[in-house]
């Protein structure tokens, strides 16, 4: 999990085009979301998937593994999904708001769900949410204080541990996150663990020969560094405590 930049002044078009807008008024007129096809389809359009395919370097919001691609919409082999920060279930009237999709894998979409949990009073619609409808979740942090990480806004790198390739932290919110998305379900568990093994394998063989560190090091930092990386989040923790691991 690591933070991702996105541009809220550059919406794709699509979110603000006449029959978006009709849905959302529908939604909020009835004061739900509507469960159907034609109301999914307005967050789904392709201007949308290809700015948060492009924003997340093709991977996961809350994982960080690359997405595969979907075929033919069927789900069971497809880990492309758009997730909403804020369930739309909850939060009707964020389902077409750019600063509330995130890029997804299935696996993270269908464990998070619609589990939300606030520390405050969860916020109600009302008629001024339409002059900030696409940047509205700053505000919306600050007062409902959730417990779900947003990787758009929060910066969490020194607050995460992979001992053993096992996601965790002491920070109440993140272990909530890690616990509602299943980030330490064994498949990641074993991809993360791998990256270690490896790492430390080319260490303690070039400590054993006396020989210097600083190029695998180097190459851990640049690995972390380059923005399509996966699990740039463990190779950051990796090079903070590889000293603990090979000793």
Not at 140 to 164: A, G, H, R, T, W
């Amino acid at each position: 999990m690591i933070k991702v930049v996105k541009d809220l002044e550059d919406t794709p078009t699509s979110l603000n085009e006449r029959k978006t807008n009709r849905k959302r008024d529908n939604c909020i007129k009835d004061a739900k979301y509507h469960y159907k096809k034609a109301f999914d389809q307005q967050y789904k359009q392709q201007d949308v998937k290809t700015n948060l395919k492009k924003i997340y370097n093709e991977k996961c919001a809350f994982c960080e593994q690359k997405i595969r691609e979907c075929k033919d919409n069927n789900l069971e082999d497809c880990s492309q999904t758009i997730e909403h920060y804020r369930p739309k279930g909850k939060y009707y009237w964020l389902a077409y708001s750019w600063d509330n999709l995130l890029w997804c894998c299935h696996r993270c979409n269908q464990n998070k769900d619609n589990h939300f949990e606030i520390d405050s009073n969860q916020i109600e619609y009302e008629e001024s949410f339409r002059e900030n409808i696409h940047t509205s979740t700053n505000n919306y942090q600050e007062l409902e204080n959730p417990k779900m990480i947003n990787p758009e806004i929060e910066s969490v790198l020194d607050k995460l541990s992979f001992y053993d390739g096992v996601i965790d932290s002491n920070d109440v919110r993140l272990k909530y996150t890690i616990k509602q998305c299943g980030l330490d379900r064994d498949d990641l568990n074993e991809a993360r663990q791998i990256i270690i093994e490896d790492f430390i394998e080319k260490l303690i063989d070039k400590k054993l020969k006396n020989e210097p560190l600083i190029e695998d090091l180097k190459e851990l930092i640049s690995e972390f560094k380059n923005q399509e990386s996966e699990f740039r989040a463990l190779r950051y923790w990796i090079s903070k405590n590889y000293m603990s691991l090979i000793d």
